[in-house]
């Protein structure tokens, strides 16, 4: 990079949370958009944290509030989701990455009963009644409930785990459902309880718990309905 260039690139990100599409066909009967989580991003592609892991060149349709829509292809695998190459060239996408990366953050009191926050890796497993196991993307979570993004639909009232916290469907919404949980978590334990058990941390990349808070404006403050 010479002098005169700028990296308008954006690594390390924690609280930007999208949504996404693969390919242009339902994987299954409504099930079509999950979430992600936005890890790096520049006017060239972007990483994301994703619960439904796209095949190498399969078209992605994305869109994060700073960013707007975005579209591409995955040009690779990473340990927790993959990375987008995009189609062509955004005009206004650097100009979006700096505003954001200058942007001072103001949070918003949280409408909820209960605090959220974004679990610093989002990655886990959920447990259907039946016993399946798949890979899930937690949106955000509370002692009492979380968001969940996965690549199934179950109906409202049907018992899930998540990790190792097992609680009810209460809520379906357009990129997954909300949990609620049988029974309050203490909150210093919660994110480590949400990991994916020993067995599976391995395949889903389970981190260390951060809590991070998430009070903050964006198409998720008044909740998911899980408390």
Not at 96 to 104: A, L, Q, S, V, Y
Request: charged residues 20%.
């Amino acid at each position: 990079m010479s002098a005169t260039e700028i990296d308008h690139s954006l690594h390390n990100i924690s609280t930007v949370a999208g949504r996404y599409v693969l390919g242009q066909q339902a994987r299954r009967p409504g099930v079509n958009i999950f979430a992600c989580r936005l890890r790096t991003i520049s006017p060239t592609g972007f990483v994301v944290s994703a619960p439904v892991i796209g095949a190498i060149g399969e078209q992605v349709s994305a869109s994060f509030a700073p960013f707007g829509n975005l579209h591409g292809r995955i040009g690779r695998h990473v340990a927790d989701g993959f990375a987008v190459e995009l189609d062509g060239a955004e005009p206004d996408l650097a100009d979006r990455i700096e505003t954001f990366r200058h942007k001072p953050w103001h949070g918003l009191a949280d409408k909820r009963a209960e605090k959220r926050f974004m679990p610093a890796e989002p990655r886990s497993v959920i447990i259907l009644e039946g016993g399946d196991v798949l890979p899930c993307l937690i949106v955000d979570y509370s002692a009492s409930g979380a968001a969940i993004s996965a690549d199934t639909t179950p109906i409202p009232g049907a018992p899930v785990t998540i990790g190792h916290v097992p609680g009810r469907v209460v809520r379906l919404f357009d990129v997954g459902f909300a949990v609620h949980f049988d029974a309050r978590q203490p909150p210093d334990e919660i994110e480590g309880l949400l990991e994916a058990p020993l067995e599976w941390r391995r395949a889903v990349t389970v981190l260390q718990p951060r809590h991070i808070d998430t009070s903050e404006p964006g198409d998720t403050a008044e909740g998911y309905g899980y408390d």
